[in-house]
């Protein structure tokens, strides 16, 4: 999977440049990425006034206007990494040991905009190729969220959203990934974005909801059960 989520004035001096990131307390292998270069030294200008007239670029280089559902899809899924990076760094101030994962999910989302950004309908096999999105990931997520459970009593109740920062923030991440998977579900089903990018984001809500209750039993906060009012 190649991370494409950048500037479309700036793909066509897009190189490839392989590279490993790691975190640094686990040694864990956090996502295989490419970052990119733009083939000059003069640093490039973060704004491009290519989108001031309400229409914005694909990857395949389809001009769309910006209400376009694949925009639509690729802001949710950056919203929803910027949810998960907020729980993250409440996690990390409680020590705890898996934001790894948080990390790796987020590389992944990135190659998740990058497959959405490129509909399959205008794209070339080159396109197709540089953007694929395997199925890798969702075995990772569905190994996650079992060895979480392993350690969680059953759920018998509704849970609301609660049990601490780190565990409601977690629960808002799984909100805007619900969200990031309803836009995300009729691009994939007209064909224009592979299955396995919607049955990721499908599988990433069940893995944040796991999480949020595993971060609360360990951080010894109560979570807030659902009762009927009176």
Known sequence: MTSLFIK??????????PRVITEHRTGKILCSE????????KAPKIYTKTGDKG?????????RPKEDHIFEA?????????????????????????????????????????NIATPRSSARESHIKRTKFTAQPIADLETWIDTFTEGLPPLTNFILPSGGKSSAALHLART????AERSVAPIVRS????????????????????LARYTAMK???EEKIYKRPE
Do not use: M
């Open 8 to 17: 479309p004035a700036l793909l066509r001096w897009v190189v490839r440049i």
């Open 34 to 41: 490419r970052s990119y270069a733009t083939g000059t030294d």
């Open 55 to 63: 229409f914005s670029s694909t990857f395949t280089g389809e001009r």
């Open 74 to 114: 690729l802001g949710n899924t950056d919203e929803l990494s910027s949810a998960i990076g907020l729980a993250r760094e409440f996690c990390i101030d409680q020590g705890h040991t898996f934001t790894y994962q948080l990390d790796q999910i987020q590389c992944i989302l990135q190659d998740v905009g990058s």
């Open 176 to 179: 805007v990934c619900r969200r």
């Open 191 to 210: 064909g224009e974005a592979d299955p396995d990018v919607a049955k990721f984001l499908n599988r990433l809500s069940d893995y944040l909801f796991t």
């Open 219 to 221: 951080e010894g906060n």
